[in-house]
């Protein structure tokens, strides 16, 4: 009987050893860290993995993550440069990088960096007028996680980045803010419509400018384009004319076919509407050298006259136009009316 109760007496003693090894096993996550505490002293860190404590004599002081952490702190009144009183809010970005500072560094690091961000907050807008508050965010975010980085060393945080997420001015200023934005606008589209109006009368001048120019030169390349036709027409005609001589003179035509030509022609001027022609003497002796052939064409006489006797000239009417009575101009009609009948009595 006394065998069988130690025997459970000892079962239950491995049972409760094996249960507090088990219960001092303990697996530390990804991103995170323990703090170990020997009889109340700093022993160690333990990073993400398997980790075993000794019993009634290690403690886990503290669990914490080693991510990047997003503080938004409530909005805090500062006073600009010119006493503009507003509210800034801002948003702090950290992160542990020594978990051992972060616990003995500090008791609460989180409401010291709030407290830190706001006094740092309030020094940098206070060297600054509400316009450059209003637009320098980056040079204020710059500052600002530069000093809070820098203090916040010995608590074995890092700040990586601070951001102004809101800047809310008084509500006269905002008026007046909006009064001067308004009238910044106006002027800006009055100086684009002045600009756009002026481009558009450059453009239309400069069209006009074109148009002209273009014009003129469509006029000048049609003169020339009938200059240049006309001078080929002009050289054309004297070509033809000039190759017309040229066949007569290959073809060797007589005298008698000249001046038989020279008659169609005579014929061809005394077709027309005039009432009085001055024949030129070398024109009357063709004329009278021709004979029959003259009168068969309605000029000269019929039949040669006999040698030895002369024939009356035909005389050529006179004009009833002209008197001799008329003065120069008459006297110098009836002389060569009288050429004209001696050339033709020849």
Known sequence: MGDIFGKIIGLVILVI???????????????????????????????????????????IVRKMSL???????????????DNVTMQIDSVVFCRIFDPKLFTYGIENA????????????????????????????????SKMQVILDEATDPWGLK???????????????????TKQMRAERERRQTV?????????VVSRAEGD????????????????AMAEGESRRIELVYEAQAE???????????PAVLKLKGLDALKDVADGQATK???????????????????????????????????????VPADPCINENTGKGGREAAAATAKINQSLGR
């Open 159 to 177: 700040v990586t980045r601070v951001e102004i997420k809101n800047i809310q001015p008084p509500r006269e200023i905002e008026e007046v803010m």
């Open 17 to 59: 050893v094996v249960a507090i090894i088990v219960s001092n096993i303990r697996i530390v996550p990804q991103a995170q860290a323990y703090i170990i505490e020997h009889l109340g002293r700093y022993k160690a860190t333990w990073n993400a993995g398997l980790h075993i404590k000794i019993p009634f004599f290690e403690r």
């Open 110 to 141: 989180v409401t010291g960096l709030q407290n830190l961000a706001a006094t740092t907050l309030r020094n940098i807008i206070g060297e600054m007028e509400l316009d450059a508050t209003l637009t320098s965010r980056d040079i204020i975010n």
């Open 277 to 315: 022609i001055y024949m030129p003497s070398d024109i009357a002796n063709v004329v009278t050298s021709l004979g029959i052939l003259g009168e068969s064409l309605g000029i000269g006489s019929a039949v040669n006259p006999e040698p030895g006797t002369r024939k009356a000239p035909a005389e």
């Open 244 to 254: 017309g001589l040229k066949k007569l003179n290959e073809a060797n035509v007589s």
């Open 192 to 200: 684009l419509e002045a600009k756009a109006h002026q481009e558009a």
């Open 67 to 81: 991510k990047e952490q997003v503080l938004d702190f409530p909005p805090q009144p500062v006073i600009t440069k």
């Open 209 to 224: 400018k074109r148009a002209k120019i273009l014009a003129a030169e469509a006029e000048r390349d049609a003169k020339i």
